[in-house]
Every structure is written in structure tokens, then in C-alpha cells.
């Protein structure tokens, strides 16, 4: 009898809203290859616990001293199993011992075509206003494996878009984000196969 494989797992880091959270989950559950099985979060009143709710994923939130000076988070994720551990919007440091315990398994996305505008405090609306002020011509997103340093994991994929000289911050984080909308579940897609 022909036996279907085994529906890989997805773990999620997020620290805000969620968007791309929730995107990636119904990118999967719509296609029944993987799921989102929990979503961990470091800040309380984040609003991809309010997704994760009403998409009945489990949520898990945890603070500073759990994350860097326990086992905690490393014990949650080998309960899990995860096939892979992405980073959707999670704003701290992940240490060396999440690294070393799965190595190419945690990947992350960022708003910009790195090498350039990483780095610590280099998130969100921060990156737009500095490529702005750069007169930059174009930006994008850089999905990347992670590694013990703020976004210097191997590059696995760059998508871009033009910056006009009539962007702000806020009409170029919208590019963005419709680049990763369309792009993140995709490229999580290509590594679980």
C-alpha cells in the first residue's frame, strides 16, 4: 500500500505582529506538504500570538533568562522534532547552542539585500529609513541561513525591488513586505524537500 510521507514540521520565532507568521502557515496548510506545529515568542504582547490563536497553532512565550541562560527553548524545540526553525520577524540574537544543535535548519528573513543594512538594530523600519536616506536605487529581501552573528548566515535567496526617489520608509516597507509574502513560504518549501 502506497504511504504518504510525513508531514514536515515547521517551528516559528517571531517577535511581532506576525504577518508573515500567519502567511506561511496557510501557504502550508493550503498545500498539505508541512505545517506550522508551534510558534515561539518573546514578547508577550506580540500580535502573532493573536494569529496563532485563531489559527489554532500552539504559542509558546518565553523571556530573556529562558532563551540565553536555560535549556528551556533548546528542550521545546527537541520535543518538536521541527524539520525546520524559521525566523519570521524575531528580533533577538538566536545563541550558539540553538546554532550548533541544528545547524542549516534555522533560517531567517530580512529586509534587505545583505551584505548591506544588517547587522544588530538593523530591523524593520530602520532598514527602510536608512536605505532611504541613502538614496539607494534599489532594496529587497535576503532569506539566509543563521549563524552566531545578526545576518551572516549563508544567503539562500535575494529578491528585489526598485526604490523610486518618491518612496518613504512606509511605501518601500510595503514592497517588502509583498516580497516576502510571496517568497518566504516558496523558499521554506524548496528546503523541506
Given at each position: 500500500?502506497?504511504?504518504?510521507?510525513?508531514?514536515?514540521?515547521?517551528?516559528?520565532?517571531?517577535?511581532?505582529?506576525?504577518?508573515?507568521?500567519?502567511?506561511?502557515?496557510?501557504?502550508?496548510?493550503?498545500?498539505?506538504?508541512?505545517?506550522?506545529?508551534?510558534?515561539?515568542?518573546?514578547?508577550?504582547?506580540?500580535?502573532?500570538?493573536?494569529?496563532?490563536?485563531?489559527?489554532?497553532?500552539?504559542?509558546?512565550?518565553?523571556?530573556?533568562?529562558?532563551?540565553?541562560?536555560?535549556?528551556?527553548?533548546?528542550?521545546?524545540?527537541?520535543?518538536?522534532?521541527?524539520?525546520?526553525?524559521?525566523?519570521?520577524?524575531?528580533?533577538?540574537?538566536?545563541?550558539?547552542?540553538?546554532?550548533?544543535?541544528?545547524?542549516?535548519?534555522?533560517?531567517?528573513?530580512?529586509?534587505?539585500?545583505?551584505?548591506?543594512?544588517?547587522?544588530?538594530?538593523?530591523?524593520?523600519?530602520?532598514?527602510?529609513?536608512?536605505?532611504?536616506?541613502?538614496?539607494?536605487?534599489?532594496?529587497?529581501?535576503?532569506?539566509?541561513?543563521?549563524?552566531?552573528?545578526?545576518?551572516?548566515?549563508?544567503?539562500i535567496f535575494q529578491a528585489k525591488t526598485t526604490v523610486l526617489p518618491t518612496d518613504t520608509p512606509d511605501t518601500l516597507a510595503e514592497k517588502i513586505h509583498l516580497l516576502e509574502y510571496e517568497y518566504f513560504p516558496k523558499v521554506i518549501e524548496e528546503i523541506l524537500?
Amino acid at each position: 500500500m502506497f504511504k504518504l510521507p510525513p508531514m514536515k514540521k515547521i517551528i516559528i520565532f517571531a517577535s511581532g505582529s506576525g504577518s508573515n507568521a500567519e502567511r506561511i502557515a496557510t501557504y502550508f496548510h493550503q498545500k498539505g506538504t508541512a505545517q506550522v506545529s508551534l510558534i515561539l515568542c518573546n514578547n508577550p504582547q506580540a500580535g502573532v500570538l493573536t494569529r496563532a490563536k485563531r489559527l489554532a497553532i500552539p504559542s509558546l512565550v518565553f523571556n530573556r533568562q529562558a532563551f540565553y541562560e536555560s535549556d528551556i527553548v533548546l528542550n521545546v524545540l527537541k520535543s518538536q522534532h521541527p524539520d525546520l526553525i524559521v525566523l519570521a520577524g524575531f528580533l533577538w540574537k538566536v545563541p550558539a547552542y540553538l546554532t550548533e544543535a541544528y545547524p542549516h535548519k534555522i533560517i531567517n528573513i530580512h529586509p534587505s539585500l545583505l551584505p548591506k543594512y544588517g547587522g544588530k538594530g538593523m530591523y524593520g523600519s530602520h532598514v527602510h529609513e536608512a536605505i532611504i536616506a541613502n538614496a539607494e536605487k534599489e532594496s529587497g529581501i535576503t532569506i539566509h541561513y543563521v549563524n552566531e552573528h545578526y545576518d551572516e548566515g549563508n544567503i539562500i535567496f535575494q529578491a528585489k525591488t526598485t526604490v523610486l526617489p518618491t518612496d518613504t520608509p512606509d511605501t518601500l516597507a510595503e514592497k517588502i513586505h509583498l516580497l516576502e509574502y510571496e517568497y518566504f513560504p516558496k523558499v521554506i518549501e524548496e528546503i523541506l524537500v
